[in-house]
């Protein structure tokens, strides 16, 4: 039973992983109705940037491991991935905004493959060690908890969870109760029409890309802190888990792939926990991830909590 | 007396400047990842050969002749060991290639070699694959199933009956060392009380070592690269394992102490060699190369030197550069002193010879023990 519960726990937070990468997804695809297929690779620039800014920012928190300290190396994450998002809209996908949507994608596939070049070229291909910046440990569970107290929590992992759980709001509420929510909501709906009110298509579109890039940064810096080896390639896997994840629940909803990703990551870790019960062997997590994507496809296309929409003719 | 002990470096500078006298040099051919991704290890295993054939020259070279290294790096690319086996055998004419770490790599220069006759020495490719090419190709390196076998030979030693293995099933190197173990664990009288498995780039091990945790190993066999072992380490520590890790060659890499900080700590691994061995033989070759280079060699330099060594013992033996004679000569090398350990050449070219294990304690490798096969 502890095993279970503890197997519940690593499910929960390898799930609040992916949804943390699939929000900036679902969220991007939700307004462009585009799957930026390079949003792995924003995450992996993100690690990459707190890696060598958290010296410089630690530093006057004592350098040691420290909670505004690792809240700036975050902000500053996230701002760096924003404008990265940002340049990697004007420069690659708006030229082809009026082209056909397969265009674009694999654009998206060349974006990606070019940050994966350029991140081995620069940072090396070699796997670094990122730094401790909040000081990482079990929580203490008392022992009048009983057998429960052998569970292990790492405040890493209640963090990842918060902070999902906290940008799941914000974008909620940004998308619906602001301007520019409005605005992007609209132009998803269309482009033409937004355009003709006097909203500036170009802003939304780059605040869209802005939002979607700084949520991967967050997560690079995030998910890091937890698994604290980085290498050029580490967004390769997690961008793939979280499009199953934004796809399982309703691409283009945000609750959707919260819950796909949790949903994944638990059905994951349960396979691969139970291999011997199951007789399946755990090397085939990823193998059972994308057949769960196969069959989402095959009988609700449009996700758990996606809203079937008719393409008019 | 001066003018005595300079003279013979003079006749060897005048020797080697007029070109008519070259063949007074043997020709050796090299090639290695001086650039490129595997650079680390191509530059070690180069330092390794070079310093030997600088040695084997200043003792006065072999049959009377010097020794003259032609080096060309593939650049980590692959397809260019094929070119560059082709122009050292037709154009430099060399009368062996020694090359290279990573097994991809010797396996392309490895059929023309054999084609040409010429025999080629590779100091670090351990798949099993590589001397199978053909009759002219060599390591002197062990192969992967061997340290398989020691670590479950060790384990055993250590009064350790129950072992959990953590495979990566996207690496064959990983699959193989994982067979090899089980096969010697469990042959042995040992259990293998569970089984799982990893991809190459996980990052999360947490549900694998949950499910192993409550199968109460003594250790844990993770036979894969430093990457994900680091992780490995550090998760299985965080849930409370207690259990030491076991593993192979492939932990050695420069992230994997600084990723796993103390959570490798009174954990073993099995390797070539180890720089902090007590042998005299060792600690010469980790001195001298240390004066040449300024640092410590690894692994990989020790197999560079002594691929050289090897093939410069075989063509002494052979009293000829003649190829069929001297691939007879290095097929029969036995017992030969070197620093990764007393080599002999098998039936099917492969080195055998003990392995050494480490185990990681204040933030470094330590010496352990050497196993014989």
């Known amino acids: 039973m502890i095993e279970f519960l503890q197997q519940l726990i690593n499910g929960l937070s390898l799930g609040a992983i992916y949804a943390l990468i699939a929000l900036g997804y679902t969220m991007v695809y939700g307004v462009l109705r585009f799957i930026n297929f390079a949003h792995g690779d924003v995450f992996m620039i993100g690690a990459f940037a707190g890696l060598y800014l958290a010296p410089l920012i630690m530093k006057p928190f004592g350098g040691g491991p420290s909670w505004p300290g690792a809240f700036l190396v975050l902000l500053a994450a996230m701002a760096i991935c924003a404008i990265l998002g940002i340049v990697i809209e004007k420069l690659a996908y708006r030229p082809l905004r009026n082209r056909p949507r397969l265009t674009v994608l694999i654009t998206a596939i060349g974006v990606s493959l070019f940050l994966e070049n350029f991140g081995q070229y620069a940072f090396g291909v070699d796997p670094q060690s990122f730094p401790d910046l909040i000081g990482d440990h079990a929580i203490a569970i008392p022992a009048s908890f009983g057998p429960l107290a052998d569970l292990t929590i790492m405040v890493s992992q209640v963090l990842v969870f918060a902070v999902t759980l906290f940008l799941l709001i914000a974008l909620r509420l940004i998308v619906t109760k602001t301007k520019l929510g409005t605005a992007m909501r609209a132009l998803s709906v269309n482009p033409v029409a937004t355009s003709l009110m006097g909203v500036n298509n170009d802003v939304v579109i780059s605040f869209t890309f802005g939002l979607g890039s700084a949520l991967a940064g967050a997560a690079g810096i995030l998910i890091s802190i937890q698994q604290p080896s980085i290498d050029p390639l580490m967004g390769l896997q997690p961008g793939i888990k979280a499009f199953v994840a934004a796809v399982l629940g309703g691409i283009g909803n945000i609750p959707g792939a919260a819950l796909g990703g949790v949903l994944l990551g638990v059905i994951e870790t349960l396979v691969v926990g139970y291999s011997d019960v199951l007789h399946i062997p755990s090397g085939y997590r990823d193998a059972v991830a994308f057949f769960l994507l196969i069959l989402i496809l095959l009988f609700r296309p449009a996700g758990l909590l996606g809203r079937v929409e008719r393409e008019k003719v | ?373």
């Open chain 2, 1 to 373: 007396m001066r003018i005595a002990s300079i003279l013979p470096i003079l006749a060897a500078l005048a020797l080697g400047a007029i070109p008519g006298l070259a063949q007074d040099q043997i020709k050796v051919g090299e090639f290695a990842s001086l650039s490129g991704g595997s650079a680390s290890f191509g530059q070690s295993s180069h330092n390794g050969t070079a310093l030997a054939i600088d040695e084997i020259n200043t003792g006065g070279g072999v049959l009377g002749k010097k020794l003259d290294l032609v080096t060309e790096d593939d650049r980590s690319v692959a397809g260019e060991p094929a070119t560059i086996a082709r122009k050292l055998i037709s154009q430099d004419n060399v009368i062996a290639v020694l090359g290279e770490v990573a097994s991809s790599k010797s396996l392309e220069a490895a059929p023309i070699c054999q084609e040409n006759h010429i025999p080629m020495i590779s100091p670090a490719s351990t798949n099993a694959k590589v001397t199978q090419v053909g009759d002219y190709i060599f390591r002197v390196c062990f192969i992967d199933p061997f340290q398989g076998k020691v670590m479950a030979k060790f384990a055993l030693s250590k009064g350790w009956q129950k072992i959990a293995l953590l495979k990566d099933v996207k690496q064959d190197y990983s699959m193989g060392l994982a067979q090899a173990f089980q096969d010697g664990f469990t042959g042995a009288g040992g259990s293998i009380v569970k089984v799982q498995e990893y991809s190459t780039g996980d990052k999360d091990f947490r549900a694998q070592l949950t499910s192993i945790k409550a199968s109460h190993p003594d250790a844990i066999f993770v036979p894969g690269y430093y990457g994900e072992v680091a992780l490995i380490a550090r998760q299985a520590r965080q849930l409370g394992i207690k259990a030491p890790l076991l593993g192979g060659d492939g932990w050695v890499g420069e992230s994997l102490l600084k990723v796993a900080g103390h959570a490798l700590d009174g954990s073993f691994f099995s390797n070539h060699y180890s720089q902090d061995d007590p042998s005299p033989v060792i600690q010469n070759f980790v001195k001298t190369y240390q004066a040449k280079y300024g640092e410590k060699p690894d692994a990989m330099a020790a197999l560079g030197y002594d691929s050289a060594k090897i093939l410069a013992d075989a063509i002494a033996r052979a009293g000829t550069t003649d190829e069929p004679k001297l691939r007879d000569a290095i097929a029969a090398t036995k017992d030969f002193k070197g620093v990764t350990g007393d080599i002999t050449l098998d039936a099917d070219r492969n080195a055998t010879k003990a392995a050494v294990i480490l185990t990681i304690a204040n933030g470094g490798f330590q010496f352990v023990q050497r196993v014989a096969p």
